[in-house]
């Protein structure tokens, strides 16, 4: 009668968004000021001035009809001028408009790009920990899911798993830099020896591999480059979002940038095309195109988030946890005191601190914790992790 895959996929929600709901309970039974919600990447730093400032100055000198009204299906022809004039300037690219297509987000720009690249027996490898949504995005547009683990301790790219995972069924690579959810930024030399590798697989199979790169948090970092990979290699394709670089997750905004030194780029943005069409994913929402082509490079209070990881870091670590430094982001990857991850999530529930386990990740015995939060939460937090790790630790 109906999908039995979307059916499955309704029933059960994320495991984040599992916890994200459990707070919303909780915080109604005893007050939100008394649970530790550190669930969902929900930006609690607000937008910059000019966001406010740039919509009530559309709405006030913007003909309404043209305001609220459709714009081309992959988005208003200045928005993407805007967004390419950007991109070739702050990386050295030599992009234009007609590579550039405005999504809903940068799930909206991972879901059209998989099925634009989709052939049937074609493979999709990223690296674990990984946003769990990937393999459903993989899946749907009917892609073999492959995760590999990264390196031990550093949670770069293996490439010698790589290496040997890769074959002539490979499509695409995905990468996702700052990381979700461990915070890691890949290095230069790890990305140079990546697209080395894929350099040299294109050549042995004969045809394109993609690398297609999620990048929702690149301006969120704490003094660390961030390698854009179109310098690096051509079958590129870029996934951007400016709901964290901007505090606008729920506007749903973002793009997908092409290489226009990649193989077959006219064929390739053609099915991009083709693949919002198919999916029902055009012309995303007007208004959002025309705020971020006034003030898209702006960025909200990046220094907010170094604090509270410095904070909780800080903390945790002087209570005995282990746990990965982030470069980028807003996540915190914390090692389970014990084996069982999601008995330790579980056990934490005592204190009303909710975390992510890391096995949907792809990582077993970690936890995540978005810090994206207040800096009063993450104060009033302590002891209750304080209590937590007395529990293990003594």
């Known amino acids: 009668m109906v999908n039995e895959t979307m059916v499955g996929l309704g029933k059960k929600r994320s495991v984040i968004r599992e916890i994200f709901e459990y707070a919303k309970i909780r915080s109604a039974q005893i007050g939100k000021e008394n649970v530790f919600d550190?669930?969902?990447?929900?930006?609690?730093?607000?937008?910059?001035?000019?966001?406010?400032?740039?919509?009530?100055?559309?709405?006030?000198?913007?003909?309404?009809?043209?305001l609220h009204g459709y714009t081309s299906a992959q988005g208003a022809l200045s928005v993407r001028e805007s967004v390419a004039s950007s991109v070739n300037r702050r990386f050295g690219q030599n992009t234009n408009a007609n590579l550039i297509y405005?999504?809903?987000?940068?799930?909206?720009?991972?879901?059209?790009?998989?099925?634009?690249?989709?052939?049937e027996g074609d493979e999709l490898i990223t690296f674990a920990p990984c946003f769990p949504e990937y393999r459903v995005f993989a899946n749907g547009a009917g892609f073999k899911f492959v995760l590999l683990p990264s390196a031990v301790g550093?949670?770069?790219?293996?490439?010698?798993?790589?290496?040997?995972?890769?074959?002539?069924?490979?499509?695409?690579?995905?990468?996702?830099?700052?990381?979700n959810p461990s915070g890691v930024i890949y290095d230069e030399s790890n990305i140079v020896g990546l697209t080395d590798l894929l350099k040299r697989k294109e050549k042995e199979y004969g045809h394109p591999i993609f690398l297609v790169a999620d990048e929702p948090y690149r301006e969120l970092t704490y003094g660390k480059e961030v390698p854009y990979l179109m310098n690096y290699y051509d079958d590129t394709i870029v996934c951007y979002s400016w709901s964290k670089s901007l505090?606008?997750?729920?506007?749903?905004?973002?793009?997908?940038?092409?290489?226009?030194?990649?193989?077959?780029?006219?064929?390739?943005y053609a099915a991009v095309c083709g693949a919002g069409r198919s999916l029902g994913y055009v012309c995303a929402p007007a208004?959002?195109?025309?705020?971020?082509?006034?003030?898209?490079?702006?960025?909200?209070?990046?220094g907010a988030y170094r604090e509270n990881r410095d904070l909780l870091v800080g903390g945790l670590r002087s209570m005995?946890?282990?746990?990965?430094?982030?470069?980028?982001?807003?996540?915190?990857?914390?090692?389970s005191p014990e084996e069982?991850?999601?008995?330790?999530?579980?056990?934490?529930?005592?204190?009303?601190?909710?975390?992510?386990?890391?096995?949907?990740?792809?990582?077993?015995?970690?936890?995540?914790?978005a810090y994206c939060v207040s800096k009063e939460q993450i104060v009033r937090s302590l002891p209750a992790f304080q209590k937590l790790a007395d529990e293990y630790f003594k």
């Open 38 to 66: 550190f669930s969902i990447g929900n930006p609690s730093i607000p937008a910059p001035a000019s966001v406010n400032e740039t919509l009530k100055k559309l709405i006030e000198e913007t003909d309404s009809v043209l």
């Open 102 to 119: 405005m999504t809903c987000g940068a799930a909206a720009s991972l879901r059209i790009s998989f099925g634009a690249l989709w052939e």
């Open 154 to 179: 550093t949670l770069q790219i293996d490439l010698s798993v790589l290496e040997s995972a890769i074959n002539e069924r490979t499509k695409i690579v995905l990468v996702n830099s700052p990381n």
């Open 247 to 268: 505090s606008l997750p729920g506007e749903r905004i973002g793009y997908i940038a092409l290489c226009e030194r990649m193989q077959g780029v006219s064929d390739v």
């Open 287 to 302: 208004l959002m195109q025309y705020l971020v082509e006034r003030c898209g490079e702006d960025t909200s209070d990046i």
């Open 320 to 335: 005995g946890y282990d746990c990965i430094e982030p470069d980028g982001a807003f996540y915190l990857f914390l090692k």
């Open 340 to 369: 069982d991850e999601v008995a330790f999530c579980e056990r934490a529930k005592k204190y009303e601190l909710l975390l992510v386990p890391g096995g949907d990740f792809g990582a077993t015995g970690y936890v995540r914790v």
